[in-house]
């Protein structure tokens, strides 16, 4: 993923775009005998379509938010979680659709979100809390909360720790950008991660790649087989994140739906 700048005044020139996405040899995986478990809702889950024709430019707020998230999955797996923007990606012109299912439901069924004295079923959505600094150029801490939910079963087919009652502070983060850019965000945030989506997912992304040498075909990661992480806005769910196992995370929030 790449950082780009803040347009914090009209006519400000772009500066050059600074990668932060790292490499490592540690593998996460996803199991071959984890299992779905789907409730009733299922049978009304929505279908949403994403084309090439939607893109739009990234911004200085989509790459907080992919440095967020990377973070807070880098967390739960102990291991680099790398996100590519599609521009890294190098795509021809060509056009190109993905279908995506959205999971049938992303909030607690109790006000007891840790289930604590209820009985527990694999389809409990759980919640991971986390303080997440971020510094400015100017060494300026802001600090940011982002509730990443979980149904139980991805949380156990994982081997993820429960978790914790009180947010997680995680190591900060270290941005380009100033503290009037910042200040100017939202900063209480909330994501839905599920490995429920088709394990062909992206495909037609790869289909369009100009650069095939960024895919590691020989050593592709299970762990990000039908990856999917959505935004939820109010009470309508946003992709941000597709897994691909021969390359990592791809950020797709670029492209209306």
Do not use: C
Not at 11 to 37: A, E, G, L
Not at 143 to 172: H, K
Not at 187 to 203: K, M, P, S, V
């Amino acid at each position: 993923m790449i950082f780009i700048q803040a347009l914090e005044k009209p006519h400000t020139k772009t500066s050059n775009k600074v990668k932060i996405r790292s490499r490592s040899s540690v593998q996460i995986n996803k199991p071959d005998n984890d299992s779905v478990f789907l409730s009733d809702a299922a049978n009304h889950a929505t279908e949403i379509d994403i084309t090439s024709d939607t893109y739009t430019k990234l911004d200085a707020n989509m790459s907080i938010e992919a440095s967020l998230l990377q973070a807070a999955v880098q967390y739960l797996t102990q291991a680099i979680f790398p996100i590519f923007s599609l521009d890294e990606l190098q795509l021809t012109s060509n056009k190109w659709h993905l279908a995506l299912q959205q999971p049938p439901h992303t909030s607690p069924r109790h006000k007891n979100q840790y289930g604590l004295g209820i009985k527990q079923s694999p389809t409990d959505i759980i919640n991971y809390r986390f303080i997440m600094p971020v510094t400015s150029t100017a060494g300026k801490t802001f600090e940011f909360r982002l509730e990443l939910r979980a149904a139980r079963f991805t949380q156990r087919a994982n081997n993820w720790n429960f978790p914790d009652i009180e947010p997680v502070t995680i190591e900060a983060i270290s941005s380009p950008y100033s503290g009037q850019f910042l200040e100017s965000l939202e900063t209480t945030l909330f994501y839905f991660f599920d490995q429920d989506g088709d394990e062909n997912q992206t495909t037609p992304i790869l289909d369009a790649m100009q650069n095939q040498t960024l895919l590691n075909k020989d050593n592709e990661n299970s762990f990000y087989s039908g990856l999917r992480v959505w935004r939820n806005e109010r009470d309508r769910l946003k992709i941000i994140l597709i897994g691909e196992p021969s390359l990592g995370a791809v950020y797709v929030a670029n492209l209306k739906t």
